[in-house]
T-cell receptor, first 114, second 109 residues
């Protein structure tokens, strides 16, 4: 692996179903992030983790949960999907959570909730 | 509240110069980033400014004025591959990135 990978690439999900989006990085970055991107809006932070074992809430955390059991993996779970969670989800990582460290993005997961 | 403003869309001609503006109001300031995002792809880093002034990197330059809450991205010698969205983001006092909605740049031959 080189960089950040996300799975699945895309998914169509029935409302009420549980879904986990996977994110793995091999850069040994301490900080990881989950964003959603909707048309006409900027990237919005869902949850973040400054280091393995810790997580924090971003701007739009409701309906989502995360865990950070190790440095490489940062899965995002939708416990009971709703149509408003239809979006493109990007995972990102950075060496640390402080400036000027750049965030590197995964290829994204396009999720449709019907 | 926190706010990042950018024009929604701009059009320019191949070979020309274009300036994309970004104004911000955030709780604290710990640097400003510009990212490029081609349609259907992930954002990729272009530039970072934390002090006032101009940062030049090849055909791309980025300017920052902290007192005015203002930045611009300057793209010279435009190429068709520069057609993309350009995202401005500010790192606030909590070290979280606040993102603008992006400027879609259309390059015409």
């Amino acid at each position: 692996i080189a960089g950040i990978t996300q799975a699945p690439t895309s998914q169509i999900l029935a409302a009420g179903r549980r879904m986990t989006l996977r994110c793995t990085q091999d850069m040994r970055h301490n900080a990881m992030y989950w964003y959603r991107q909707d048309l006409g809006l900027g990237l919005r932070l869902i949850h973040y983790s400054n280091t393995a074992g810790t997580t924090g809430k971003g701007e739009v955390p409701d309906g989502y949960s995360v865990s950070r059991a190790n440095t490489d993996d940062f899965p995002l779970t939708l416990a009971s999907a709703v149509p408003s969670q239809t979006s493109v989800y990007f995972c990102a990582s950075s060496r640390t959570s402080e400036a000027p460290d750049t965030q590197y993005f995964g290829p994204g997961t396009r999720l449709t909730v019907l | 509240g926190q706010n990042i403003d950018q024009p929604t869309e701009m059009t320019a001609t191949e070979g020309a110069i274009v300036q994309i503006n970004c104004t911000y109001q955030t709780s604290g300031f710990n640097g400003l980033f510009w990212y490029q995002q081609h349609a259907g792809e992930a954002p990729t880093f272009l530039s970072y400014n934390v002090l006032d002034g101009l940062e030049e990197k090849g055909r791309f330059s980025s300017f920052l004025s902290r007192s005015k809450g203002y930045s611009y991205l300057l793209l010279k010698e435009l190429q068709m591959k520069d057609s993309a969205s350009y995202l401005c983001a500010v790192r606030d006092s909590n070290y979280q990135l606040i993102w603008g909605a992006g400027t879609k740049l259309i390059i015409k031959p």
